[in-house]
């Protein structure tokens, strides 16, 4: 595969934000779902966002985006760091500079965790069973203070914690797209969520936020879906849940 994308005699080296590959300048990650991984590489390609740095993608040498269940980017450096108000913040411009993308055809034909999950926060499916002390319990809970949403859906990322990267003074740098179709309100409280849940970070986060339309559904929602994620999820652990049973009771004095 090294070869497929010009990196023939480079020594691989894992990174920590990955799974990735690093080929010298060419980093390299496995692609599960070729359309996606083509959609992904097509819209990192033509999408332009102000002060975020984007790893664009890489065609091997007969034009495509994913070979052999590979695809490639230019390699950006950059760590994952605390920063999450710059994180809200890209997440933000990201999803202004998205605002214009179509739904992508493959999220309707999604059945991994992670959409059984979305759809279950925002009320479109009944969820399968979700484990009560690995999350269930506290979904059904704030379930219930869910109410009617007017924000407008759009193509988000919707997985932005610890896959934005910082480089000193340089603009933050995203590698990735996962995408998808709910409002960039959403996408900013699940930044919210995570970092409350396993970054260290206090209420006042969300409380710097609470500018956005409609934030207390947007946070309740978000925090549902990372409940249903871990209620599924086959490597959930009770130590990870204490970390979403803080944030959901922090969360629970917002909503």
């Not at 260290?200 to 946070?219: C, F, M, N, T, V």
Request: glycine letters at 6%; proline letters at 7%.
């Amino acid at each position: 595969m090294r070869a497929a994308f010009g990196a023939r005699d480079a020594e691989p080296v894992l990174v920590d934000h990955g799974p990735v590959w690093r080929c010298d300048d060419v980093a390299m990650r496995q692609a599960d779902s070729p359309a996606e991984a083509s959609w992904v590489a097509q819209t990192l390609n033509d999408l332009t966002v102000p002060d975020l740095r984007l790893a664009r993608p890489l065609r091997s040498s007969d034009g495509r985006f994913v070979v052999g269940g590979w695809m490639a980017f230019r390699f950006i450096p950059g760590r994952a760091e605390p920063r999450y108000d710059e994180v809200v913040s890209a997440s933000l411009r990201l999803h202004k500079a998205t605002s214009h993308l179509s739904r992508p055809r493959f999220l309707g034909a999604r059945a991994d965790v992670f959409a059984l999950a979305d759809r279950a926060a925002w009320g479109e499916e009944t969820p399968p069973r979700l484990t009560p002390e690995l999350g269930g319990r506290l979904f059904d809970l704030f379930a219930e203070s869910r109410r009617e949403i007017s924000l407008t859906p759009q193509v988000v990322h919707g997985d932005l914690f610890g896959n934005v990267l910082f480089d000193d003074e340089a603009p933050p740098g995203l590698i990735d797209f996962t995408a998808f179709y709910r409002p960039p309100e959403w996408a900013a409280a699940v930044v919210v969520v995570d970092a409350m849940a396993w970054g260290g970070a206090d209420d006042a986060l969300a409380k710097r936020w609470s500018h956005l339309e409609e934030w207390p559904q947007a946070l309740l929602r978000a925090l549902l879906f990372r409940l249903a994620v871990h209620a599924l999820h086959p490597k959930s652990t009770s130590r990870s849940m204490r970390g979403l049973e803080r944030a959901a009771h922090r969360i629970g004095q917002l909503v």
